[in-house]
């Protein structure tokens, strides 16, 4: 599975950026999808998920309420919606999939498949 990520860019605070991920897999719809974010000097965090049906979603308590997780299984893509963005944000933002949802879905190490990174900035 190849994962590819975009749509980072710089953004004032309080602005909003949407991050696709594209996935090489024409069986996108049986991968549960999440991303991640590393900030400069900091541990690969979990930002949030969604299993593959789209049904359910999960988020790290700091972004609940701004970020919004999506998936097009007809366009392999999933999507990170990012509302109310704060300079805490800063980070890069991975991609990652897996074809089962492990308990602990929060840490990466439950994650097998990663694609690069896509640079959030947000300037205060």
């Known amino acids: 599975v190849q994962l590819q990520a975009f749509g980072g860019g710089l953004v004032q605070a309080g602005g909003s950026l949407r991050l696709s991920c594209a996935a090489s897999?024409?069986?996108?719809?049986?991968?549960?999808m999440a991303w991640f974010r590393q900030a400069p000097g900091k541990e690969r965090e979990f930002v949030a998920a969604?299993?593959?049906?789209?049904?359910?979603?999960y988020y790290v308590d700091s972004v609940k309420g701004r970020f919004t997780i999506s998936r097009d299984n007809a366009k392999n893509t999933t999507y990170l919606q990012m509302n109310s963005l704060k300079p805490e944000d800063t980070a890069v933002y991975y991609c990652?999939?897996?074809?089962?949802?492990?308990?602990?879905?929060?840490?990466?190490?439950?994650?097998?498949?990663w694609g690069k990174g896509t640079l959030v900035t947000v300037s205060s």
């Open positions: 969604v299993i593959k049906s789209g049904e359910r979603t």
């Open positions: 897999r024409r069986t996108f719809s049986s991968l549960h």
């Open positions: 990652a999939a897996n074809s089962y949802l492990a308990t602990r879905y929060d840490n990466r190490w439950s994650w097998d498949y």
